[in-house]
């Protein structure tokens, strides 16, 4: 832009940086959703076959590739993707074989966890079984209990038990 057209419409610098504002907060979205998606998935990124690069930030944020070569953004905003890309591919497991045995070591153990938990849940409810049928056992036995005592003519009564709540009105 020149510098008449700068002192003579001031409001296209600022639409330009206003512009250029919202396609560097794309990218910082794309980045943070992208780095959330590989924490959720432990260190290796869903997407893309694995990889994180410029084009899959791009891809991301919803901007071509070729806007990192404009003017405005190659000093910039193509300099903090590229940053971010290179740290973040850092801690990112990748290649086919090493995200396969990552996958396959955590199968393993969510394996060995389910079978854990099958065999505590079989504990448990063979322990309910044996207590549902003491309890079967315990009811026939009181109900047995309750017929001697109605049939022998005892002179055993029920006691009426007091409320908690009337003892302080007496």
Known sequence: MSDVAKREAPWLLEGAGNKRAATVKKF??????????????????????????????????????????????????????????????????????????????????????????????????HKLEVAEARIAELAEENAALREQLTTAGSNVRALKLEDKSDRGKK
Not at 31 to 47: G, H
Not at 82 to 89: E, F, K, L, Q
Not at 95 to 124: F, P, Q
């Open 28 to 125: 910082t979205d794309a980045m943070k959703s992208m780095e959330v998606d590989i924490q959720a998935n432990n260190n290796i990124y869903p997407f893309n076959s694995g990889t994180v690069s410029q084009t899959e930030v791009c891809r991301r944020a919803g901007v071509r590739k070729e806007l990192l070569q404009a003017p405005t953004h190659k000093t910039t905003t193509k300099l903090m993707v590229d940053a971010w890309v290179a740290d973040i591919n850092k801690s990112l497991i990748t290649g086919k074989r090493n995200v396969r045995r990552a996958v396959t070591a955590r199968l393993d153990d969510w394996k060995e966890e389910h079978e854990r938990l099958l065999t505590s849940y079989r504990i448990d409810m």
